[in-house]
């Protein structure tokens, strides 16, 4: 069973920062595999892709977070990462990971708040 739980949300002034952290968990030596991605929910919003890397490293952003954001995986700890920076009101979401790819079914996480508020 594919488990996927993301660490790293909280409360940030804006312009601050933040990183977030997806570990991957039962997928055996297919982390590699997957094409992993960040999405996020804001409140009465529907979720939205913000950042993706594919298994190659290739990497894409909404408009809305490029030049702030970067998405970056780690094969070896089967982790895939968030880094936000310049952090704005309106990037108050819950984040969700997720996992991908053309033989598994997707998989997501449980999300982890992020707050932009001073």
């Known amino acids: 069973q594919v488990h996927l739980v993301e660490s790293g949300g909280g409360l940030v002034q804006p312009g601050g920062s933040l990183r977030l952290s997806c570990v991957v968990s039962?997928?055996?030596?297919?982390?590699?595999?997957?094409?992993m991605g960040w999405y996020r929910q804001g409140p009465e919003e529907q979720r939205e892709l913000v950042a993706q890397?594919?298994?190659?490293?290739?990497?894409d952003y909404a408009d809305s977070v490029k030049g702030r954001f970067a998405i970056t995986r780690d094969n070896r700890k089967d982790t895939v990462y968030l880094d936000m920076n310049n952090l704005r009101p309106e990037d108050t979401a819950v984040y969700y990971c997720?996992?991908?790819?053309?033989?598994?079914?997707?998989?997501w996480g449980q999300g982890t708040q992020v707050t932009v508020s001073s």
């Open positions: 997720n996992a991908d790819s053309p033989v598994t079914p997707p998989y």
């Open positions: 890397i594919t298994s190659a490293g290739n990497t």
């Open positions: 039962g997928s055996g030596n297919f982390f590699s595999k997957f094409a």
